[in-house]
């Protein structure tokens, strides 16, 4: 991938920011494996190494370390897991502790193992490379990492990798599920830039449109190949593993997330939050994220459609109630990302005299509930909540009250001063 050309893309924005990212390297292509210490090697990727992966990733992965060793690379260290599903602060803290006696981290697989790892890098001051095992999400060139804390998930800073390799070999045979994951996770970025936009708009938040694009782009890219994503097919798992990293390096480019997510990953972490909290499988994060895209594309189409003015007040939220949504663990960190709550800084007759552009931008920016759906099944993509196990009551609590676990302008958050129930408009 050439990274010099996105950046030169975005020499002297119009938004006044300089943009960079810490990536040197992005290499995908067919038989990586074989060359890996090759490429880390010209890098200048640090020589006492900690493998961090779990059996799943290091089957599939066979050779790496044969290419590591050959290229004169120390394998000092290693943590392989069972079957890393989902990333706790135990597990960052495995990783710092082993990371102390090596100069550089490899996350062999996808997701959580590069989000355990990309903390612990951070925190250590460790060099960083993930060697990816499946286009799963979208996350592998981002600086932040979502870490489960208390029952709780947030957004941790961490290290962006110097390198990301990637064989489509190894991407073309991942399993099923994970690639349309990595597909579900992508189109939740129709959200994300319009949500940004309508920050933008309401209370003055940081938007680049330059940026926007780099994920609009990537986006585009990926819906183009919605048919081929459960494929055995090199070129496809490539393309899309490049639109992946891409969304990735635009939320460096921002120093944000915005460009990548909205409502429908906050959505998801609720779900998430309140399985793990009971010691239930909470599914795979881009199978999840891709239902609740779908859920809120349609809202949002029927708030636009439905009501033409609005009369907001200043925020109507029921505190107790909400608190009640949360287990005792999660609370102090609920009440200190309401304290100030976002919507303080919301003036309801801007918001009343923006509402027209609101609707104008969801209307034009967004698929058809319809269209996203034909994408999504030609992807293999879950696409209801029965298929990620959410009940009825799990559905509506997480739609009513997600948005309180982040401070973060989103559409939903804005219900209350409207005076309306998200509810009504999700069907």
Same mark, same amino acid.
Not at 167 to 180: G, Q, R, V, Y
Not at 368 to 386: K, N, V
């Given at each position: &991938?050439?990274?010099?050309?996105?950046? @030169?893309?975005?020499?002297?924005?119009?938004?006044?920011?300089?943009?960079?990212?810490?990536?040197?390297?992005?290499?995908?292509?067919?038989?990586?494996?074989?060359?890996?210490?090759?490429? !880390?090697?010209?890098?200048?990727?640090?020589?006492?190494?900690?493998?961090?992966?779990?059996?799943?990733?290091?089957? =599939?992965?066979?050779?790496?370390?044969?290419?590591?060793?050959?290229?004169?690379?120390?394998?000092?260290?290693?943590?392989?897991?069972?079957?890393?599903?989902?990333?706790?602060?135990?597990?960052?803290?495995? =990783?710092?502790?082993?990371?102390?006696?090596?100069?550089?981290?490899?996350?062999?697989?996808?997701?959580?193992?590069?989000?355990?790892?990309?903390?612990?890098?951070?925190?250590?001051?460790?060099?960083?490379?993930?060697?990816?095992?499946?286009?799963? &999400?979208?996350?592998?060139?981002?600086?932040?990492?979502?870490?489960?804390?208390?029952?709780?998930?947030?957004?941790?800073?961490?290290?962006?990798? &110097?390198? %990301? !390799?990637?064989?489509?070999?190894?991407?073309?045979?991942?399993?099923?599920?994970?690639?349309?994951?990595?597909?579900?996770? &992508?189109?939740?970025?129709?959200?994300? %830039?319009?949500?940004?936009?309508?920050?933008?708009?309401?209370?003055?938040?940081?938007?680049?449109?330059?940026?926007?694009?780099?994920?609009?782009?990537?986006?585009?890219?990926?819906?183009? $190949?919605?048919?081929?994503?459960?494929?055995?097919?090199?070129?496809?798992?490539?393309?899309? *593993?490049?639109?992946?990293?891409?969304?990735?390096?635009?939320?460096?480019?921002?120093?944000?997330?915005? /460009?990548?997510?909205?409502?429908?990953?906050?959505?998801?972490?609720?779900?998430?939050?309140?399985?793990?909290?009971?010691?239930?499988?909470?599914?795979?994060?881009?199978?999840?994220?891709?239902?609740?895209?779908?859920?809120?594309?349609?809202?949002?189409? @029927?708030?636009?459609?439905?009501?033409?003015?609005?009369? /907001?007040?200043?925020?109507?939220?029921?505190?107790?109630?909400?608190?009640?949504?949360?287990?005792?663990?999660?609370?102090?960190?609920?009440?200190?990302?309401?304290?100030?709550?976002?919507?303080?800084?919301?003036?309801?007759?801007?918001?009343?005299?923006?509402?027209?552009?609101?609707?104008?931008?969801?209307?034009?920016?967004?698929?058809?509930?319809?269209?996203?759906?034909?994408?999504?099944?030609?992807?293999?993509?879950?696409?209801?909540?029965?298929?990620? @196990?959410?009940?009825?009551?799990?559905?509506?609590?997480?739609?009513?009250?997600?948005?309180?676990?982040?401070?973060?302008?989103?559409?939903?958050?804005?219900? /209350?001063?409207?005076? $309306?129930?998200? *509810?009504?408009?999700?069907?």
């Amino acid at each position: &991938m050439d990274l010099q050309k996105v950046l @030169n893309n975005l020499e002297n924005c119009p938004c006044g920011r300089e943009h960079t990212f810490d990536t040197k390297v992005v290499e995908i292509g067919s038989g990586i494996t074989a060359r890996a210490g090759e490429i !880390l090697a010209t890098a200048g990727f640090p020589k006492k190494l900690l493998i961090v992966g779990d059996r799943n990733t290091m089957r =599939v992965s066979e050779g790496l370390l044969d290419s590591l060793i050959g290229a004169g690379f120390e394998i000092a260290r290693t943590l392989i897991y069972d079957d890393m599903k989902y990333a706790r602060v135990e597990q960052v803290r495995e =990783v710092e502790a082993l990371a102390l006696a090596c100069d550089g981290i490899i996350s062999v697989g996808t997701g959580s193992l590069n989000d355990i790892c990309r903390v612990a890098s951070f925190a250590q001051d460790k060099k960083f490379c993930i060697f990816a095992t499946a286009p799963s &999400m979208d996350g592998f060139a981002s600086d932040t990492a979502p870490i489960i804390e208390n029952e709780f998930k947030t957004s941790w800073q961490a290290r962006q990798p &110097m390198v %990301i !390799l990637a064989d489509t070999k190894i991407l073309a045979k991942a399993p099923t599920e994970l690639k349309s994951a990595g597909f579900g996770d &992508m189109v939740a970025k129709y959200l994300g %830039i319009l949500e940004w936009r309508i920050a933008n708009l309401v209370i003055d938040e940081y938007y680049c449109p330059a940026v926007a694009q780099v994920t609009l782009d990537a986006l585009e890219k990926c819906c183009s $190949l919605a048919d081929k994503v459960t494929a055995d097919d090199e070129k496809a798992a490539g393309a899309i *593993m490049e639109a992946l990293v891409l969304s990735g390096l635009a939320m460096k480019l921002a120093l944000s997330s915005r /460009p990548a997510s909205g409502a429908e990953h906050v959505v998801s972490h609720f779900w998430e939050c309140y399985k793990l909290a009971r010691g239930i499988w909470p599914e795979f994060h881009g199978k999840k994220v891709g239902v609740a895209t779908l859920v809120l594309l349609r809202t949002y189409h @029927n708030l636009a459609d439905r009501v033409a003015e609005i009369e /907001p007040t200043r925020d109507m939220t029921d505190w107790d109630k909400v608190y009640a949504q949360f287990s005792e663990k999660q609370l102090p960190e609920v009440k200190k990302l309401n304290n100030p709550t976002i919507t303080d800084k919301i003036d309801p007759e801007r918001l009343k005299n923006s509402w027209s552009e609101i609707r104008r931008l969801i209307k034009e920016t967004l698929p058809t509930p319809d269209e996203l759906l034909a994408l999504m099944e030609s992807a293999g993509c879950a696409t209801t909540t029965e298929e990620i @196990n959410v009940s009825d009551e799990l559905y509506a609590t997480g739609l009513r009250y997600h948005t309180y676990m982040r401070y973060r302008l989103l559409i939903p958050r804005l219900f /209350p001063m409207i005076g $309306l129930d998200i *509810m009504d408009f999700a069907k």
